[in-house]
């Protein structure tokens, strides 16, 4: 077996340094894929960290259904029936490999409405190039560094510490 490739997620942190976007005290997240790095705003005011944590659980799930599958995380979202937006990364498994993309659900663009428990049914096919023919930014991992990281989330689900601490 190959080592796995470096796969992380994390929301709720707090910001504490020049490097990271926004106000000191307004709540962040930070993806890692391999030696690529962002920080994000996150809203934890619909949803907690571990409402975030049991979708990216689930999320998980349907990628280990079937080798070529779709599903995405979110990692900011308002009540639907008062927000037109979610933000997430959507994964898209071909056999072991999982090609991560940053994206937007625009809620009004659906054809059917957002379905919070499987936000993935609102991502778009699996694409490197957007309608105006510009390359879409995506990232690549491991399958087994996605199913390690569920594996994370699952042994944090029911505690507050947040997965960006040292040791978690």
């Not at 096919?125 to 995506?138: A, K, L, M, Q, Y």
Request: aromatic share 10%.
């Amino acid at each position: 077996m190959s080592r796995s490739e470096q796969f992380t997620l994390c929301i709720g942190c707090r910001a504490g340094g020049a490097e990271n976007v926004g106000q000191e005290d307004e709540p962040l997240g930070r993806i890692v894929i391999a030696d690529f790095v962002e920080h994000f705003r996150t809203d934890l005011c619909f949803w907690s960290k571990q409402d975030y944590w049991r979708s990216w659980l689930a999320a998980i799930e349907v990628l280990e259904e079937q080798g070529h599958a779709a599903s995405c995380l979110v990692t900011s979202i308002a009540d639907p029936g008062s927000s037109h937006v979610a933000m997430c990364w959507p994964l898209y498994r071909e056999g072991e490999r999982v090609f991560v993309q940053n994206a937007m659900i625009i809620f009004d663009d659906l054809p059917v409405p957002f379905d919070i428990d499987r936000p993935w049914l609102s991502i778009q096919p699996h694409t490197t190039v957007d309608e105006d023919g510009n390359r879409i930014s995506e990232w690549s991992t491991d399958m087994e560094s996605v199913r390690e990281f569920g594996r994370r989330i699952a042994a944090h689900v029911n505690h507050p510490e947040c997965l960006c601490e040292p040791g978690s």
